[in-house]
């Protein structure tokens, strides 16, 4: 494949010139932006060595491929590492979103499964990677942080505020949240409202 461009030399005059043959995989030259920088390579090339039009087109093709190559190297380990696991970007918004909307309800894996198009056994492994933490152990945690929220903003007794926030009562909260913040709601709340 050759294309023609024109080109400025050392001495200022324009001419045609025949670009070096492209390897069939380089899209980069294809676009405006790696024209561009083949272009400007070119002619820092040709007037700081003073180098003539075919020699400075060959070394600025040379250089641009590297860039290419470069690109699509880092590109290939970034997108490689996304594909190890975990939700993707999008999928997990989906799933915080989701949950949080819905979390004074029950929710399922595979109902969340299902909600980003995977199988339940692959849902677990990537949410907890993405996560750091089980799907369970994620739910409790949003439940006792909106439980919180609400014991700070609301004057709300301990069962409503256990209900929606999704757990099946008081007790239940009182245990869980006992076992994860150190201490029971009504000292928390006791202690946060009056400091």
Same mark, same amino acid.
């Given at each position: ?53 075919? +020699?400075? @087109? #060959?070394?600025? /093709? *040379?250089?641009?491929?590297? $860039? ?80 919180? +929220?609400? @014991? #700070?903003?609301? /004057? *709300?007794?301990?069962?409503? $505020? ?34």
């Amino acid at each position: 494949m050759r294309s023609e461009i024109q080109a400025t030399g050392a001495n200022g005059t324009t001419d045609l010139a025949v670009m070096p043959s492209l390897p069939p995989h380089s899209e980069f030259l294809r676009h405006s932006t790696g024209l561009e920088l083949f272009t400007r390579l070119r002619e820092f090339i040709s007037t700081t060595w003073g180098i003539d039009t075919r +020699t400075s @087109m #060959l070394c600025a /093709n *040379e250089a641009v491929l590297s $860039i290419e190559a470069q690109l699509q190297r880092r590109t290939s380990v970034i997108c490689h590492r996304k594909c190890q696991g975990g939700l993707g970007m999008c999928r997990k918004q989906k799933v915080e979103k989701f949950i949080d909307a819905h979390l004074d309800q029950r929710i399922t894996i595979s109902e969340l499964a299902s909600l980003v198009g995977l199988s339940s056994s692959q849902f677990q492994r990537a949410f907890k990677q993405s996560f750091g933490e089980a799907t369970h152990m994620y739910l409790i945690k949003r439940r006792i942080e909106r439980a919180k +929220t609400m @014991m #700070l903003s609301r /004057n *709300e007794n301990f069962a409503d $505020i256990a209900l929606a926030c999704g757990f099946s009562d008081q007790s239940h909260m009182t245990r869980l949240f006992t076992r994860l913040v150190g201490e029971p709601p009504n000292s928390w709340r006791r202690n946060r409202v009056y400091a």
